[in-house]
């Protein structure tokens, strides 16, 4: 199945009072390009991530955002920090004797002097928490996935499409040549009679140079060497998966073909079909740079 480089998944996933969020988009690249956005707490996970993200997607940039709400509420524990307490007592007694003041210290007082009391955030479950975030990730990938798809479905039809009218060019091509050959023949026999006269036109002469002149416009090579990558393209098309390099690959050997002819074009009619032929070809290039 063909899959367009841009997409977007979400997922959401709530287990009791923990909920993972996952957002992912993707545009075109030549590589596989990840940026991860998520809560440093869940830094632990981002190789985990990366490498699940890879067993959907070969290229692209793709942006991934991961929120983690937990309104547990023991996930916070109140810590008591009696050295530093201590400290504060000693310096604030240190202070009643040195300037003379009265010595009114209390416990409400102490303790709220900065970093005493505090609430610390309690060690995650890692175990526990990457397999809730692992099948958010899973799900938001599907999403993602499912989106590609739909949008490589299209781009395949207009891709075929597009293949369809290059072939029908490609016919018109090889069916001008013989015409092309006789006009040009006719054209030189009409030249010749005019500059002899009534003499007799020597037919093998003729023949000799109608036969140089067909060589040098032939484009047979061209012909069936684009018919033959217009095929390689259809089955790549079919066969699916990554295919995105490949295919422009093929892509850029059919334009080369196509210079050749026009090069070789001595013909309007021809010259024209040539220029359609390369306008199609780009086309076909511009879409496959949406494809992975």
Same mark, same amino acid.
């Given at each position: 199945m063909i899959k367009s480089m841009t997409g977007f998944g979400r997922c959401e996933n709530q287990q009791g009072e923990r909920k993972f969020t996952v957002e992912m988009k993707a545009v075109n690249h030549r590589y596989f390009d990840v940026s991860i956005k998520m809560p440093k707490k869940l830094g632990f996970f981002e190789a985990g991530i990366r490498g699940l993200?890879?067993?959907?997607? $070969?290229?692209?940039?793709?942006?991934?955002?991961?929120?983690?709400?937990?309104?547990?509420?023991?996930?916070?524990?109140?810590?008591?920090?009696?050295?530093?307490?201590?400290?504060?007592?000693?310096?604030?007694? $240190?202070?009643?004797?040195?300037?003379?003041?009265?010595?009114?210290?209390?416990?409400?007082?102490?303790?709220?002097?900065?970093?005493?009391?505090?609430?610390?955030e309690q060690a995650l479950d890692n175990e526990e928490l990457w397999a809730m975030l692992e099948a958010t990730v899973r799900g938001a990938c599907e999403q993602f996935t499912a989106s590609r798809q739909r949008e490589g479905d299209a781009l395949k039809s207009d891709l075929l499409e597009k293949l369809d009218g290059m072939e029908k060019n490609v016919d018109a091509v090889e069916q001008r040549f013989p015409q092309i050959i006789e006009a040009y023949r006719e054209k030189l026999a009409d030249k010749v009679r005019e500059l002899l006269g009534d003499t007799q036109i020597e037919e093998s002469r003729l023949a000799a140079e109608v036969v140089l002149f067909a060589d040098k416009i032939c484009t047979d090579e061209e012909t069936?060497?684009?018919?033959?990558?217009?095929?390689?393209?259809?089955?790549?098309?079919?066969?699916?998966?990554?295919?995105?390099?490949?295919?422009?690959?093929?892509? $850029?050997?059919?334009?080369?073909?196509?210079?050749?002819i026009l090069s070789k074009a001595n013909d309007l009619e021809t010259s024209d079909l040539a220029i359609d032929l390369k306008t199609e070809i780009e086309k076909v290039r511009e879409q496959i740079q949406n494809i992975e």
């Open positions: 993200l890879k067993e959907y997607v $070969q290229r692209g940039k793709l942006d991934v955002f991961i929120t983690y709400e937990d309104m547990t509420e023991e996930n916070f524990a109140l810590k008591y920090n009696e050295r530093l307490a201590s400290e504060y007592l000693r310096y604030y007694r $240190q202070m009643a004797q040195t300037f003379g003041l009265e010595d009114d210290m209390c416990v409400s007082v102490l303790g709220r002097c900065p970093e005493v009391l505090t609430m610390e069936v060497r684009l018919r033959s990558h217009i095929g390689s393209m259809r089955a790549e098309l079919e066969k699916g998966g990554s295919v995105g390099r490949k295919l422009d690959f093929i892509a $850029q050997e059919m334009n080369r073909e196509a210079n050749t």
